[in-house]
């Protein structure tokens, strides 16, 4: 299913997915999955960087591919495409933006045929609302899925898409969790360093509860030595709040005369 385009043609150097129609032995046709199906060509000499005797080799009618525009002919509504220009990185990176993007459309267009709207006000409504607030559709479907409907609405999107909105994310989005692990070790001859110690490692728990999509658990493995384990959604955001931690109940040790260590785990 193609996705709708917020603008007629792609621009030159971007990466499209696009779906191989015909395979020829001067090139191939291709409809742009994410420009509405427009048609483009691949010219055969810009199929594969080493020499290739037949390009049937390497690519087959309604097989999905990552190409990059390399020519825009405005008046034609055609473009032209490369396949050996894309990286493996481009290719996997674009190629997954495709089909998270194509599950999210696919869902909210879901709960517009429920409320008896169309597909372009789907995507005026919601989609292009959503990607311009969080960078790509399904990631503000993931924020819904997090933060509820305080994230739909901090899009703009209208009061009466958000509840079937958010039946449709509770069923449909599984939002993968994440952990990073540390080791915080703290010594002390004091005679009251076991209240000290705790005291640390309450404000490394304190600390690290950047927001609610954080969950925090210290625990010990054997004095000195007391484990944190961070989880939640986002890599940037745990690394921020284990940064935080540590740096937090470090000053706290240091102020109460407490030796001080941390190890970062590999989990």
Do not use: C
């Not at 032209?80 to 997954?96: A, F, I």
């Not at 789907?122 to 311009?132: K, Q, S, T």
């Amino acid at each position: 299913m193609p996705l709708k385009p917020r603008k007629p043609l792609p621009n030159v150097g971007e990466l499209v997915v696009g779906t191989i129609e015909e395979v020829h032995d001067f090139g191939a046709y291709l409809s742009l999955d994410d420009y509405g199906g427009i048609r483009a060509f691949l010219p055969w000499s810009e199929v594969a960087s080493k020499m290739v005797r037949d390009i049937r080799q390497i690519l087959k009618e309604g097989q999905k591919i990552v190409v990059k525009v390399i020519r825009v002919y405005k008046n034609r509504g055609q473009v032209d495409v490369s396949l050996k220009r894309v990286m493996d990185g481009e290719k996997r990176r674009k190629m997954m933006w495709f089909k998270r993007t194509l599950k999210a459309t696919t869902i909210i267009e879901m709960v517009a045929k429920q409320i008896g709207k169309s597909v372009d006000d789907a995507y005026r409504e919601v989609i292009w609302p959503l990607e311009d607030t969080y960078g790509e559709v399904m990631a503000g479907l993931e924020q819904a899925a997090i933060y509820g409907e305080e994230a739909l609405k901090d899009a703009g999107i209208p009061d009466e898409w958000i509840k079937p909105l958010m039946d449709a994310v509770r069923t449909h989005i599984e939002v993968r969790r994440v952990k990073i692990s540390g080791i915080i070790t703290l010594r002390s001859r004091a005679g009251d360093g076991v209240h000290k110690i705790r005291k640390v490692l309450v404000e490394a728990r304190e600390a690290a509860k950047i927001d609610d999509s954080v969950d925090v658990r210290i625990y010990t493995v054997g004095a000195p030595r007391y484990r944190i384990d961070l989880q939640g959604h986002d890599y940037k955001i745990l690394e921020k709040a284990l940064s935080r931690a540590v740096e937090k109940s470090r000053k706290l040790a240091e102020k109460l005369d407490l030796e001080y260590g941390f190890e970062r785990l590999k989990v």
